[in-house]
């Protein structure tokens, strides 16, 4: 039972364009949420994070958003650069700090 | 800083043969983890380490061994392989176990069992 859900295995996104990443959980307990990019070859690297006590969190061009009542959370990239073309995971932990990945969603920014 | 490394890269084997995946972190971090992914999926936990001497299961332990003997090195036994470990393997180190703790993965392991 998939408890972090990525839907999109794949986008593609224009350069200087939004990226929008989705993520649905299904465990009321998690309470922190976290993004990690991987380039091909290489491994996961964080990327930016949420606590459950807030809706949104900021970091240059990425920032994540956290919608409690439905169990989602977007990654936001604006704008998009070709170095952003990558795999995105999403992952949350709950009380026991053990970390959930989602399958993660293969982005494409196009020139 | 080397941060997490991995050694090998690549490595084929026969159904039946062990080995051993070696990490090494150089960031005098406490926590250490591996973790395993396959096409499609993501990364799943196997095995993880607060602290030299100390090690517990993650989701999916079944046919590895771990210890840790030292806080710089965190190895991974395959005891009898099996074509189901084909996967990449990921070592990991953070400051603490607590997800807030950002995690350093290394490079990956990338295993053919046949």
């Known amino acids: 039972d998939q408890q972090v859900k990525q839907n999109s295995p794949s986008l593609s996104v224009q350069e200087g364009r939004i990226s929008i990443l989705n993520c649905d959980y299904t465990n009321s307990m998690f309470d922190y949420f976290l993004w990690y990019k991987k380039y091909p070859a290489e491994g996961p690297t964080f990327l930016i994070s949420?606590?459950?006590?807030?809706d949104k969190n900021e970091d240059g061009r990425f920032t994540v958003f956290l919608n409690k009542s439905a169990k989602h959370l977007s990654l936001h990239i604006v704008p998009s650069q070709p170095g952003d073309s990558a795999v995105y995971f999403c992952a949350a932990s709950a009380w026991d700090d053990k970390i959930i990945f989602g399958k993660g969603t293969r982005l494409h920014i196009l020139p | 800083n080397a941060g997490v490394t991995q050694t090998p890269k690549f490595q084929v084997l026969k159904t039946g043969q062990s080995m051993t995946l070696q990490c090494a972190q150089d960031m005098n971090h406490e926590y250490m983890s591996w973790y395993r992914q396959d096409p499609g999926m993501g990364l799943r936990l196997i095995h993880y380490s607060v602290g030299a001497g100390i090690t517990d299961q993650g989701e999916v332990p079944n046919g590895y061994n771990v210890s840790r003997s030292t806080t710089e090195d965190f190895p991974l036994r395959l005891l009898s392989a099996a074509p189901s470990q084909t996967s990449v393997y990921f070592c990991?180190?953070?400051?603490?176990?607590?997800?807030?703790?950002?995690?350093?993965f290394g490079p990956g392991t990338r295993l053919t069992v046949l």
């Open positions: 990991a180190s953070s400051y603490g176990q607590g997800a807030t703790d950002t995690q350093y």
């Open positions: 949420i606590s459950s006590i807030k």
